[in-house]
């Protein structure tokens, strides 16, 4: 559905909306303890995407909506090589 | 149309058609009654610009390819578009109009507004007053002025007046004037267009005589607007400008430049010569011109409205270095005027806030602006793609928006 910057199709002005982006995170036995340094205080909800299996570049993603000790909402997920990324669901 | 009315301020139309045109025109006498046409602007579409009447009766017209009209008509002679220069002529006729007493406002160049009530004392009336515009603007421009108590029906008139002359439309005569007119007067999106005319709509008539309510459904709030012209319930005044108060400065380089870092520290130049300017008395400017004079004859022009008049070099600097991106070809001259000089005063918040077409032109006017600070693409529309999606970034994309 969205051309991907090198492939065909591509125009330099259209944008993705919502683009994962890079977090530090610190994982106990894989559900986050901290975000950017901040303890986790609770796990509101966890849940899975398996999408786009038939194709070359299939993702799967472990989504947690967390709740900091500040009191922030955010929400990260890993995939499949254990990255970490935050995102608005 | 009709001489009699009765005592409500009427609101006339200037318009002299092909002013760019004549403009460029008027340096180059031997081209007169010749075909003749803008050519394509450097960088863009190689589609024409306007042709003279001549032209047009060779099959030629404006938007036209080029390669298409120089095989319909060889002999067409293509000049360069001289938007500097015609909007300099286009102010030396505003201040004529002014010094004959009107309150003009522009609506972009070869067109104008101005309410006669101030002059018709002086001058005997509303067709004398109307006479001494005409005499203001000369002949040479083959001037029309309509008049009506409305202003979209003013401009509606002047579309119909032979050159020379003027056309008042009586207020109880309206509707039955614009009933026969084209669309084409309503100035709407070529898509909106095609979009009316697939619907059988082709006179402002059959635009009236539908419910407005269905026009809402149908077009949204283009379309009421447009509705709303039509009914001849137009309620925009006048808003005439005020007497301008500019100053500018111009750098002639020694040989045409096309260097963006030249060109920049040569506007840097004229900032800082504009702002020691002892006739600027402390006062910012709100409006800033730059042009250029290009090789080979042509010149280039960029006009902007700040948000808040400034006398800040930093600022002044970022909102026109951009432009300089702009200039099509190498530079023989660049100049700077900074117009609607205003002194520092606090600035007074609306008590009603901004509706319709006002409002629209504002933000039109702001999207322009952030446009020109931050680039071409920095005003996006969010349009959904795949809603349904589990991805989230695959719901939606931004799409630049080209208003």
Sequence with gaps: MVARPGEPGHTRSTRRLNEPRDALVAADRGVPAEVGRVPVSLVREEWRIVDRWWTERPVRRRYFDLVLETGQNVVVFSDEQGRWFSQRA | ?403
């Design chain 2, 1 to 403: 149309m009709c001489s009699c009315r009765t005592c409500v301020p009427m609101i006339a139309c200037l318009s002299l058609p092909a002013f760019e045109l004549r403009t460029a025109l008027l340096a180059r006498p031997e081209l007169h009654g010749k075909r003749v046409a803008f050519g394509p602007v450097p960088g863009e579409r190689p589609l024409l610009g306007s042709c003279t009447y001549e032209a047009e009766q060779a099959g030629v017209w404006p938007g036209m390819r080029l390669s298409e009209a120089l095989a319909t008509c060889p002999d067409l002679v293509l000049v360069e578009q001289d938007p500097a220069g015609a909007e300099e002529e286009w102010e030396r006729l505003l201040r004529r109009l002014e010094d004959a007493g009107f309150a003009v406002e522009s609506a972009g160049v070869g067109s104008a507004y101005f309410e006669t009530d101030g002059v018709e004392r002086l001058a005997g009336g509303l067709q004398q007053s109307l006479r001494r515009a005409l005499d203001a603007v000369g002949p040479t421009w083959q001037p029309r002025i309509g008049a009506a108590t409305r202003r979209f029906t003013a401009l509606a008139a002047a579309s119909v007046a032979p050159a020379g002359r003027v056309v008042v439309v009586d207020d109880d005569e309206s509707q039955l004037f614009l009933e026969p007119l084209p669309l084409s007067l309503l100035s709407r999106t070529p898509d909106r267009k095609r979009e009316l005319s697939e619907l059988g709509i082709k006179r402002l008539g059959e635009l009236a005589r539908l419910p407005a309510v269905s026009v809402a459904d149908r077009l949204g709030a283009d379309g009421v607007e447009a509705h709303r012209l039509a009914r001849d319930e137009d309620a925009r005044g006048v808003r005439s400008r005020h007497p301008a108060s500019e100053l500018a400065e111009e750098l002639e380089f020694p040989e045409p430049i096309a260097n963006e870092q030249t060109l920049k520290r040569a506007l840097a130049a004229l900032l800082d010569r504009l702002l020691a300017r002892p006739e600027r008395a402390g006062r910012a400017p709100r409006q800033l011109a730059l042009s250029a004079r290009l090789v080979g004859g042509g010149s280039w022009r960029r006009a902007l409205t700040l948000r808040e008049a400034t006398a800040d070099p930093e600022r002044l600097g970022l909102a026109l270095t951009p432009k300089l991106n702009e200039v099509p070809a190498p530079a023989l001259t660049l100049r700077l005027e900074l117009g609607e000089l205003k002194d520092s005063v606090g600035t007074q918040a609306e008590l009603v806030a901004p509706r319709g077409s006002r409002l629209r032109e504002r933000l039109r006017e702001g999207l322009r602006q952030v446009r020109a600070a931050a680039g071409l693409d920095a005003v996006c529309t969010i349009v959904e793609v795949a809603p349904w999606s589990r991805v989230p970034e695959s719901r939606a994309i931004l799409v630049p928006r080209d208003d």
